[in-house]
């Protein structure tokens, strides 16, 4: 069974691939789907003896350009529709320990650069958005160690940008001014949240920080995805990105478990969507924000009550103090 199906009480898609139950689980490291596999002895993806960064499609994909139809009937209130869109995964490393503050800013350059190549194509394949994201650690439940990430074309706007996208809307018809702008310049103003800074970009802790380590990237000047960001800037955003990872590895003594995603701009269909009556770049603002759920070296944030119920995100530490801590964490320069 693959499909999606519409909540008609939220106005969420939720998507159901029941195959994915059978997805490769925490297979042992001589037999990782990963790592080169030259001649082919255990179905690995990488047939070469060594890659650098390597992209194909998930072998268990949730999205597919040729997706079955569904196994109900849909109608007015159970709208059922193919889950159609694309999933790909894309590896860090031929080594399956590698970690990106070990791997250097030199791959982390290649890896934004890929991330910016898949935007491209698969935007020119008519999917409506692109997030490449990374799950890393079994606390947020993963079921490779292998270092990869992942991306996900979803034919339209899944539920957190479309949120984002209509408030930066909604914030500009009122100030004519983009919200993400106004973050970076106050943030850098005020300067007790920013983690780490670079000529183009800066991390830091958001006011707002739904996790008590949470840091968030963006490019100082309003640019709607990696695509519009120039080679040098990516490998100053590759630098920066570089610095953050080894902070936060250092924060506890151990690779930290995160949730990572790239926010840019839809890739097609109308602003209007989201309120706005310009393009998509206007309301737009490339961000990259890491979540790990770690609240100490031992204890985890869970997802509770007031955050799965409420949506209402409550956290035990200021901002401002996790800030502190990660600045000392992380190189600044
Ligand atoms: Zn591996
Ligand atoms: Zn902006």
Not at 144 to 156: F, N, V
Not at 300 to 317: C, F, N, P, R, V
């Amino acid at each position: 069974m693959s499909e999606r199906r519409f909540d008609p009480t939220t106005g969420e898609w939720i998507t159901f691939a029941t195959h994915r139950q059978n997805r490769t689980f925490l297979p042992p490291a001589d037999a990782c789907p990963l790592c080169p596999d030259p001649n082919n002895e255990w179905d690995g993806e990488i047939r070469r003896t060594d890659v650098q960064i390597a992209v194909f499609d998930n072998r268990f994909p949730a999205l597919s350009p040729t997706p079955p139809a569904p196994d109900v009937d849909s109608d007015e209130l159970f709208r059922a529709e193919p889950a159609s869109g694309r999933c790909e995964v894309i590896s860090y490393s031929s080594d399956h320990n590698a970690t990106l503050a070990k791997l250097g800013p030199e791959r982390i350059s290649l890896l934004v650069n890929a991330w910016a190549d898949r935007y491209q194509v698969l935007g020119s394949e008519g999917h409506a958005y692109v997030l490449p994201f990374e799950n890393r650690g079994e606390a947020i439940g993963v079921t490779l160690h292998h270092p990869h990430g992942q991306i996900y074309a979803y034919d339209d706007i899944p539920a957190r940008p479309l949120r984002e996208l209509r408030t930066a809307a909604e914030y500009r018809t009122r100030t004519g001014r983009c919200v993400n702008c106004d973050v970076v310049a106050a943030e850098l103003a005020d300067g007790r949240r920013i983690v780490a800074e670079s000529e183009h970009f800066v991390a830091h802790v958001p006011f707002w920080a739904r996790y008590p380590y949470e840091v968030r990237i963006a490019p100082k000047a309003h640019t709607p995805s990696l695509v519009a960001v120039a080679d040098e800037a990516r490998d100053d955003l590759a630098g920066l990105l570089h610095r953050v990872f080894v902070g936060l590895d250092d924060l506890f003594g151990f690779p930290l478990p995160y949730v990572l995603g790239i926010f840019s701009s839809p890739l097609n269909g109308e602003a209007s969507v989201a309120g706005w009556d310009g393009s998509w770049d206007d309301i737009s603002h490339l961000h990259l924000l890491i979540s790990p759920p770690n609240r100490s070296a031992t204890k985890l944030k869970y997802i509770a009550g007031t955050e799965q119920m409420g949506g209402a995100y409550s956290t035990d530490i200021a901002p401002e103090v996790a800030a502190a801590t990660l600045r000392e964490k992380i190189p600044q320069s």
